[in-house]
T-cell receptor, first 115, second 116 residues
Framework: DSGVTQTPKHLITATGQRVTLRCSPR?????VYWYQQSLDQGLQFLIQ???????AKGNILERFSAQQFPDLHSELNLSSLELGDSALYFC??????????????FGEGSRLTVL | DQQVKQNSPSLSVQEGRISILNCDYT??????FLWYKKYPAEGPTFLIS?????DKNEDGRFTVFLNKSAKHLSLHIVPSQPGDSAVYFC???????????????FGKGTKLSVKP
């Protein structure tokens, strides 16, 4: 158990819909990262937050948005869903040292299926 | 454009033997390399890392070798155990945003099967 909690574990929805994925980082970790793993793809970095502020952005679509709240939990919002958005979405957190070492603690992921 | 490549989707080895997982990269700006292990239905877990200023890092049964001139790194597991069966991801990063190395670029993974 990494200490990172993601909900829901599984989600099935239809094209055009909007969903919210939730992540609670490990206690004490200020950094939260979101990654997407599509079929046959490696993990793709989406976005990073540090203590409530956006710190870095990767290949995140404009239809997607995220935020980190004062209690440090984070949400990833996916809207106008398309079939290609079906993927495993991972949240990770890190200590401040992890910002420099790349050592991230990943949750178990939220599997999104768009029909 | 894949900056981190793991060309072997799968690898099968006998228990007790050496497992060698390979990874190639294209971006010479990378300064930190990591290996993550992933079991089914779990998130990836950090295994071992190496800074670009080193050519070897060892942690128990796991050793990572870095050849910067060839832009190649490898993970050696000796001796391999059935519990090592998992997908191994190679990852790389460089400092482009205020010191953050957490924006990792991952390969597609190699599935290791260790047979008893």
């Amino acid at each position: 158990d990494s200490g990172v909690t993601q909900t829901p574990k599984h989600l099935i929805t239809a094209t055009g819909q909007r969903v919210t994925l939730r992540c609670s980082p490990r206690s004490g970790d200020l950094s939260v990262y979101w990654y997407q793993q599509s079929l046959d793809q490696g993990l793709q970095f989406l976005i990073q937050y540090y203590n409530g502020e956006e710190r870095a952005k990767g290949n995140i679509l404009e239809r997607f948005s995220a935020q980190q709240f004062p209690d440090l939990h984070s949400e990833l919002n996916l809207s106008s869903l398309e079939l290609g958005d079906s993927a495993l979405y991972f949240c990770a957190s890190s200590t401040d040292r992890g910002l420099y070492t790349g050592e991230l603690f990943f949750g178990e992921g939220s599997r999104l299926t768009v029909l | 454009d894949q900056q981190v490549k793991q060309n072997s989707p799968s690898l099968s080895v006998q228990e007790g033997r050496i497992s060698i997982l390979n990874c190639d990269y294209t971006n010479s700006m990378f300064d930190y390399f990591l290996w993550y292990k992933k079991y089914p239905a779990e998130g990836p877990t950090f295994l071992i890392s190496i800074s670009s200023i080193k050519d070897k890092n060892e942690d128990g049964r796991f050793t990572v070798f870095l050849n910067k001139s060839a832009k190649h790194l490898s993970l050696h597991i000796v001796p391999s155990q059935p519990g090592d069966s998992a997908v191994y991801f190679c990852a790389a990063s460089y400092d482009d945003v205020g010191g953050s190395q957490g924006n990792l670029i991952f390969g597609k993974g190699t599935k290791l099967s260790v047979k008893p």
